[in-house]
């Protein structure tokens, strides 16, 4: 299960790692920044995985339990299929944990990182640091270049910038090395340079200035609107409890009780969130838990087959189902986000159905003393496109 989720988070990031890859080196931001957008991503992709490691892991276990003759050795010996998947179910309830803790926390987190990260980098915001060799603008309309840079681009040698002022003036600032720096409690970064020099043209470009420096800061004029929101703002980006407490303060306000005050600028932010787009994103997380502790009801039937029966149709029926069964889940979040309808009863509706199917399909197969239910139906199918052919 490890390795088939290694290989598929590595696989999905593959094209996202290129297109950040080209995001970042053409702002001429430093490979720090690259690494830290591409882990602050790896969450979201566990997720998209992880249930689908978990079925992979159960139907290829199964599959050669059946295709080698060792499942009817062990119901032969009074080992029935519940007890068998006893381990299984076990396994897929940790898991279920581990995906409530990384959908209700970790991904939330990472995800607002990711796009704070991607607003400075599209924003021109140099905070992160500066890439050697490349022209990278800066929020107050400098355009500097550095050749050689270090500590994640916040220390860095030959210093080059060049600024054109509004009445047609240019302002260049060259300097043997240079860092960014944070000033004060605020956090508010500035460039500071070391032995440098200073020029200033006027707009006929016939009278120059020319000042010489032991010590120039640069102030990094990051306005509130060149900045990233503060997190609370976006219901994808709240933890579970914090989800939960901005969901309730919604119903009881919706009620006609008085919340009081928000205790936090987060939720302050979270009040502005529509109901519709709480609900949504609440009901979907859980049910994105809950799903995880079904893929023994469906893996199992699905793996068990005889020698002679073609491995691949119950995984292909099983990865179709669970993309069906995602897309609707997805497709019920965004309209009730979106709209007037709730989300629970469409959302768990959805789940209910997939789990009763999966639940129906498990008992059908361990109460069979001959073809599973799966095996019939696949027998049926090659009847009829025989039937067809002929």
Do not use: C
Not at 64 to 75: G, P
Not at 102 to 130: D, K
Not at 313 to 327: A, T
């Amino acid at each position: 299960m490890l390795v088939t989720l290694f290989a598929s988070v590595v696989v999905l990031l593959l094209e996202k790692m290129l297109n950040l890859l080209n995001l970042t080196v053409g702002a001429g931001v430093s490979s720090f920044v690259v690494v830290q957008m591409i882990v602050s991503l790896f969450p979201n992709y566990i997720r998209l995985v992880l249930p689908l490691g978990l079925f992979l892991g159960i139907f290829i276990t199964f599959r050669r339990l059946s295709s080698q003759s060792e499942l009817h050795a062990l119901h032969a010996g009074g080992i029935g299929l519940g007890q068998l998947s006893q381990p299984v179910k076990k396994l897929a309830a940790v898991v279920t944990i581990l995906g409530l803790g990384l959908t209700g926390y970790i991904e939330p987190l990472g995800r607002f990182v990711y796009h704070s990260l991607y607003h400075q980098v599209t924003n021109g915001i140099i905070e992160a640091g500066i890439g050697e060799g490349i022209f990278v603008d800066t929020p107050d309309g400098f355009t500097v270049r550095v050749q050689r840079s270090l500590n994640a681009g916040t220390e860095f040698y030959g210093f080059f910038g060049y600024r054109e002022a509004d009445g047609g003036g240019v302002e260049t600032v060259t300097a043997r090395r240079g860092e960014i720096i944070k000033i004060g409690l605020t956090g508010t970064r500035s460039i500071r340079l070391f032995d440098g020099e200073q020029v200033s043209w006027e707009g006929d470009k016939s009278n120059r200035t020319t000042m010489g420096f032991k010590i120039l800061e640069v102030p990094m004029d990051t306005e509130a609107n060149n900045r990233y929101p503060d997190r609370g703002s976006d219901e994808l980006e709240l933890t579970l409890h914090e989800l939960i407490i901005a969901y309730a303060r919604g119903v009881m306000r919706s009620l006609g009780f008085t919340t009081g005050p928000p205790t936090s600028l987060l939720y302050t932010l979270a009040d502005t969130i529509t109901q519709q787009a709480l609900a949504a994103e609440l009901h979907g997380r859980i049910i994105y838990a809950l799903s995880i502790i079904v893929m023994p009801f469906l893996a199992i039937p699905l793996g068990i087959g005889s020698p002679r029966s073609n491995r691949y149709v119950g995984l292909v029926f099983g990865l179709v189902g669970m993309l069906v069964y995602q897309k609707t889940i997805e497709f019920g979040q965004k309209i009730a986000a979106v709209s007037q309808l709730p989300a629970g009863p469409f959302l768990w509706g959805s789940f209910a159905i997939f789990f009763g199917l999966s639940a129906y399909l498990f008992m059908r197969t361990e109460q069979a003393a001959g073809q599973t239910p799966f095996q019939e139906f696949e027998s049926a199918v090659r009847k009829r496109l025989r039937l067809k052919r002929a």
